[in-house]
């Protein structure tokens, strides 16, 4: 590296530790403060934190599309991202800001009765913050080794102790205030470093024209194909990814997860909603565009064949191409991306042990003080734990963590999605056996039982039983051998099973509890016991609005579709499809932000006989804010 790319290193590192003693005084206010920026987000921090805490440093998408074109994107996410989305901004995000909580564990004492659902809250907690968001971490943590290592000439575990601890520093600083802001400014530095590198690689390549033919010819036609077609994209497959993103509003990587805690973080629900509306543009179209450009010029300067290992292509890109300067651009661009994804998660899964399990149940009446103290301690402890774990995952098996990460993870706990916020049966049993068995069940399913069971216990059972272990559950992630929908029916199925049987063996949530979880959140569904206890106007409060949110989330899913269409056609060269695809999108945006709009100013004027919004469980300890 050169002084200069140095320089601008050390001024970036400088730059995100000083935002975060910026607000250190403001987040050291009490737990709200710290976790969910005292409730005062604003909807285009939360549009720009949520997008970054999705993108990484975004060479994952790099990977994938050079390995399979658009159709791998479409696989690897957009089908089911276009139709949760906007279901999140419309629904979702009014729901949980209406809660009024500081963690979706806190849903589940909402929700639920009885000891029970404090049991479970304090498991959901570790379950949460260890699994959802320690494998997260790992995750991500092992893409920044992956990809900044082989750049700098570091050996992974130095990149990660560099690296890791500056963000570290910044989130212990002052938490989401510290991560959100950050996040801004990171997501700003990631487009821009990588709209330089994907504009010089192009002009190497011989201009867009020719990266078009040499793509086309050295891959066919089908790989810049816009519309989600294909070998890997069967019709049973999108189907499977259709019901997916039906459902994915409502998972922990989703409508439940860090973006969750965004818009419980906003003003009010309006910023709620607008936040999440602005995240669907970025998300699917914005920060795709510099990465798409990079693959297709890297498509045409390098065969499959030329890229050992495809998570280190963007690596290899940079090492290459980027002169003195751009170089350092492109370095911290990936360091942000990667930093705003981990500290996301991490500020996120280390709530759920302090709200749910410390303040909750170990220490109700401690001062504040001691709350952000140990906030600071259990965040610092997870985040280490991430960057070691990041560590011990072998960068050539990431192609496989992405698919893991962003669909078969959670597929076994995907029908909660809908159960606990539309059927009033649907009790805390039945919600415990959905998430704790999401884990086990997709790593079996997905990596295969020998991952599990290692090759000297599977050896011994044979010599002693007669039993072979071996292959007992294939790896479904063998895409060659079993299209996506397999795997993906095997685990949704078996949860459905697994919910509703411990739901029905088990005896249903009181019903004042029910009613009250139901006039606060006023969700849709089937709570027909619930509603025979309300007042006509009870009930009129909260079906009013319904025809126009369903109306929102059908156009907000064509208009997201036709905005993805437009965009894979434009950088694949397809003009035509393009061209119709932005008029769409450009007639359903006018139609979404109407209904959307329409659904806020009932939010700001009031609507009549709704429940008051409540007080945070902040109210459980007179002591702590």
């Known amino acids: 590296m050169a ?3 140095w320089i601008i290193l050390a001024a970036y590192c400088l730059t995100v530790v000083g935002i975060g003693l910026y607000f250190k005084a403001r987040a050291s206010r009490g737990l709200e403060e710290y976790f969910i920026a005292g409730r005062n987000l604003p909807w285009w921090v ?5 997008v970054a805490g999705y993108t990484g440093g975004g060479q994952g998408f790099i990977m994938v599309f050079f390995l399979s074109g658009f159709a791998g994107l479409w696989l690897m996410a957009w089908v089911s991202w ?46 949460a913050c260890f699994v959802w968001g320690l494998t997260s971490l790992a995750y991500g943590a092992a893409w920044m080794a992956a990809t900044t290592a082989p750049v700098l000439g570091w050996t992974p575990v130095q990149v990660l102790l560099v690296f890791g601890g500056f963000t570290i520093a910044y989130t212990l600083l002052s938490g989401l205030f510290a991560v959100a802001y950050n996040d801004v400014l990171q997501f700003v530095i990631l487009m821009v470093g990588n709209f330089f590198l994907a504009t010089l690689l192009i002009g190497k390549a011989g201009g867009i024209e020719h990266v078009w033919s040499s793509v086309a010819a050295i891959r066919g036609d089908h790989f810049l194909q816009p519309l989600p077609s294909g070998d890997v994209l069967a019709p049973a497959t999108l189907v499977a990814l259709v019901v997916q993103g039906l459902f994915f509003a409502g998972s922990p990587y989703a409508g439940e997860g860090w973006t969750a805690q965004r818009y419980m973080a906003a003003r009010n629900e309006l910023h709620a909603i607008l936040g999440q509306m602005l995240n669907g543009i970025l998300a699917l179209v ?16 390098y065969r499959p064949a030329d890229v050992a290992v495809p998570a280190s292509l963007w690596g290899h890109l940079v090492r290459e191409h980027a002169p003195s300067g751009l170089f350092g651009l492109l370095l911290v661009s990936s360091l942000a991306g990667y930093m705003a994804a981990v500290a996301s998660i991490g500020n996120w899964a280390a709530s759920y042990l302090m709200n749910d399990v410390y303040r909750r149940s170990l220490r109700p009446k401690a001062t504040t003080r001691e709350f952000i103290s140990m906030s600071r301690v259990l965040s610092g402890v997870l985040l280490i734990a991430a960057f070691v774990c990041g560590a011990l995952i072998d ?25 606990k916020w539309f059927w009033w049966r649907l009790n805390s049993a039945g919600d415990m056996v959905g998430v704790l068995g999401a884990f086990p069940a997709g790593y079996i399913v997905w990596f295969g039982s020998d991952a599990v069971f290692p090759s000297g216990l599977r ?42 049987t411990a739901t029905y063996l088990t005896r249903p949530e009181p019903i004042e509890r029910l009613r009250e979880f139901y006039l606060t959140a006023r969700p849709i569904g089937w709570w027909g016991p619930v509603k025979r206890t309300l007042s006509p106007a009870e009930i009129a409060a909260t079906q009013h609005d319904l025809r126009n949110d369903s109306g929102a989330c059908v156009s907000g899913i064509a208009f997201y579709f036709s905005l993805t269409v437009a965009l894979f056609a434009f950088i694949g060269g397809r003009y035509a499809v393009g061209g119709v695809a932005a008029a769409a999108g450009v007639a359903t945006g006018i139609v979404f932000a109407k209904a959307a709009l329409k659904g806020a100013g009932r939010i700001r004027d009031g609507a009549p006989g709704l429940a008051h919004e409540p007080a945070s469980c902040a109210s459980e300890s007179p002591t702590q804010m």
Not at 85 to 112: D, K, Q, S
């Open 46 to 50: 939360i549009g720009f934190a949520d």
């Open 459 to 500: 050896f011994w059972v044979q010599n002693t039983t007669g039993w072979n272990m071996t292959g007992l559950v294939p790896a479904f992630s063998n895409l060659d051998r079993f299209p996506f929908w397999m795997g993906f029916g095997v685990l949704f199925v078996l949860g459905w099973i697994a919910i509703l």
């Open 395 to 419: 960068p050539k098996q990431l192609d496989k963590w992405v698919l893991f990460i962003n669909s078969s993870l959670i597929v076994f706990s995907l029908p909660l999605a809908w159960l």
């Open 286 to 301: 914005v920060r795709l565009i510099p990465f798409l450009l990079i693959g297709v010029a890297a498509a045409a300067l």
């Open 82 to 127: 276009v139709i949760w989305m906007p279901l999140v901004a419309i629904l979702w995000a009014r729901w949980w800001r209406r809660l009024g909580v500081v963690t979706t564990g806190e849903f589940i004492e909402r929700r639920y009765a009885g000891r029970r659902a404090l049991i479970y809250r304090n498991v959901y907690a570790f379950y």
């Open 3 to 5: 002084p200069l790319d």
